[in-house]
């Protein structure tokens, strides 16, 4: 499912066989930011936390879920978050992702019509100030990417710079098969609670 997938582009969940795409991954990797010491000498660390979250909705837009930090899986299993990373990378980018949040369509609630996958940064540090962060939403399981179709670069993209939320993109059901908006746009959130109201408001 080789897909160049654009911001704003809606996308169906279908293999190049045909087979539809039951198992999808967000996972998101970032750096700690590097500090110099006092008079330019030295250097330190401060540790990033970014938090990725994700939001389910009725047909009607009513919140039905939250899967974050504080509650790793949905009410119907349907969805898993590998767990809070309070850092980032301290020692450079190792390839890895620091979280992965996991959606197997098959098991998710016949009342849920959209889910949203929403970035924060839990301390307020501004996208633009973190030396490396990009999300990435592919076919696979936390430890083997199969295939990439969507990813964003948000350290290195000046429209996130003087932000610290963003909504990555919303799986939407349509007609019984689910779809993909890949929105990627930077808000004004502070908080989860504010990010999953965006999302009903703006993005449904």
């Known amino acids: 499912m080789a897909i160049n997938l654009q911001k704003g582009q809606r996308i169906n969940l279908e293999k190049e066989n045909g087979a539809k795409l039951q198992n999808v991954c967000v996972g998101i990797n970032w750096g ?7 008079f330019g000498f030295g250097k330190s660390k401060e540790a990033v936390d970014l938090d990725g979250s994700c939001a389910l909705y009725s047909e009607d837009k009513r919140h039905l879920d939250t899967v974050y930090y504080g509650s790793l899986r949905s009410k119907d299993s349907a969805i898993q978050h590998s767990g809070d990373d309070l850092t980032g990378d301290m020692n450079g980018d190792d390839g890895l992702d620091n979280e992965v949040l996991t959606l197997d369509f098959s098991r998710l609630n016949p009342s849920v019509s959209y889910v949203a996958f929403v970035l924060n940064s839990f301390r307020g540090q501004d996208f633009g100030s973190i030396p490396f962060a990009s999300i990435r939403i592919y076919e696979g399981t936390p430890k083997r990417v199969n295939e ?9 993209n000046p429209g996130f710079s ?7 993109g919303v799986f939407y059901k349509k007609n019984g098969e689910w779809k993909f908006n890949a929105i990627g746009e930077p808000t004004r959130d502070r908080k989860l609670e504010e ?3 965006t999302v009903r408001q703006n993005y449904l």
């Open 148 to 156: 990439v179709f969507a990813k964003y670069d948000i350290a290195n």
């Open 195 to 197: 990010s999953i109201s």
């Open 162 to 168: 003087g932000h610290t939320s963003m909504v990555m």
């Open 32 to 38: 700690a930011i590097e500090k110099k010491g006092l």
